[in-house]
């Protein structure tokens, strides 16, 4: 199967994914309990004013008719607007995402180049005490939630050495990341590395590696030549589910840190029932995933095609 077959069927199916998580998520965001009118209208609210908050923001609309209205925006990239004030969606969900964009974007600058490294040299020193004690580690620090390794870091150098900042109130400074990038990078490291190390075990135990060696290939060339790439297709496929799962990290992160991310728009939404916001909040969630698993495996066909299917 040619590599524009393959990434084409794999389009075909991402669309249908995202078709049926956005009708999931439109059904389960219409049937939360409670009502943005009363929200919005404030302590001790009148009936009257209700049911006119209700007309103004379309919520006394057949469900079908709001169904295919907010399909037919998502197609145009219009996520509505929100109930409680009055923007784009759009507009405050790109002012949320940017400290978490820059959190996950410097958590993958350093976790790729450090998982690659880490996994080929406990590759090629398999067995060695480098490498025992390397997976012991990361065996135990992946066994760490998220949340209790952040409180840890926080125990031991904001508040005991006072080295950092606690939170990241104010401004998201430079100091402001280095805790909070040390915990996505932490867990994230032990499971791709550990991935990387086994995967490029199981290549160069492989027959086509032994061949390469039997004719004089230089170790470097059968390393990075020949083993490397076939063991990388399912490190990959990994790295976008470790950016996947950095989406919830994430979320959790922002807020012991009170990083002011996707985190607190999630809050925010939920406490005055902005169903708009939280609709968006869930089809970007459902979009990235679905574009990140996309170039994951097709650029794992590219690397493998015999290892993805």
Known sequence: MSLGWYAARRLGLGVAQVLAVVTVIFALTWALPGDAAVVIAGDDPDPARIAGIRAALGLDQPVMDRYTSWLGGLATGDLGRSLVTGQPV??????????????????LLFLVPAAGALGITCATRA???FDRWTTTVTVALHAIPEYALAVLLIGFFALYLGL????ALGELTPAALVLPVTVLVSRSLCSLARLIRASLIEALASDYVAHARRHGVPAARVLFRHALPNALAPAVQQLARTADWLLGGIIVVE???????????????VASRDVPVLQGLAVLFAVLTVVLHLGADVLAYRLAPRAVS
Do not use: M, N
């Open 164 to 167: 950092l900042p606690a939170t």
């Open 127 to 129: 067995g060695g005490r």
């Open 255 to 269: 807020a012991v840190f009170a990083v002011p991310g996707l985190s607190a728009a999630v809050v925010s939404s």
């Open 90 to 107: 759009t507009a405050v969900l790109g002012a949320a995402s940017e400290p978490t964009l820059l959190l996950a974007g410097v958590t």
